[in-house]
């Protein structure tokens, strides 16, 4: 199975602030790599898709980069909405593994 | 408009068999490229995707669940079918369905989850 390890696994910051998360992957899954949120009580939902596609309807404050093993979401301006918790997760084979899940809170 | 809507059985006793539907609308299983999954998240953990289906019947099983777990699809009726036997406590959780694809293989759109409580 691929091991998806993301970090930190929770943080605190503010309205406004420039919020980065990263997940790595335990062997190259080139770009086959996905960001979802999730709010309490909520399914998750997609943010990006193939490492770095904007899904339909997500805010443009929300970005993706890495390839290969290591990769990035960005959150640029930190909304009072984004407040949840993000996962990663692989498609590059079965099983569809996902990162453990970072939590930001409010700081 | 894609929506998915899992039902089942919310108690289950340890040893029972689970059987979910995840009822669909605004997309076919007959479509190529297309394919519905499960996953489940354990109160306070995290996501943990469990099998997938796609247009041309191709399935795909955790392999630590393989033994377990049975993915159906009936595309007359828009539904899939995820069977799991052998029910534990530790197996509590919110199952979700979602669709996906085999293009970026990302899980697009997903159902609101049904929370299945194993206790005896």
């Known amino acids: 199975d691929i091991q998806m390890t993301q970090s930190p696994s929770s943080l605190s910051a503010s309205v406004g602030d420039r919020v980065t998360i990263t997940c790595r992957a335990s062997q190259s899954i080139t770009t086959y790599l996905h960001w979802y949120q999730q709010k309490p009580g909520k399914a998750p939902q997609l943010l990006i898709y193939a490492a770095s596609s904007l899904q339909s309807g997500v805010p443009s404050r929300f970005s993706g980069s890495g390839s290969g093993t290591d990769f990035t979401l960005t959150i640029s301006s930190l909304q009072p909405e984004d407040f949840a918790t993000y996962y990663c997760?692989?498609?590059?084979?079965?099983?569809?593994?996902f990162g453990q899940g970072t939590k930001v809170e409010i700081e | 408009q894609i929506t998915l809507k899992e039902s089942g059985p919310t108690l289950l006793k340890p040893t029972q068999t689970l059987t979910l539907t995840c009822t669909f609308s605004g997309f076919s299983l007959s479509t190529s490229g297309v394919g519905v999954g499960w996953i489940r998240q354990p109160p306070g953990k995290a996501l943990e995707w469990l099998a997938l289906i796609y247009w041309d019947d191709d399935k795909r099983y955790s392999p630590s669940l393989k033994s377990r777990l049975t993915i159906t699809k009936d595309t007359s009726k828009n539904q899939v079918v995820l069977t799991m036997t052998n029910m534990d406590p530790v197996d509590t959780a919110t199952y979700y369905c979602a669709q996906s694809n085999n293009w970026n293989r990302a899980f697009h759109y997903w159902g609101q989850g049904t929370l299945i409580t194993v206790s005896s």
């Open positions: 997760q692989q498609s590059y084979n079965t099983p569809r593994t």
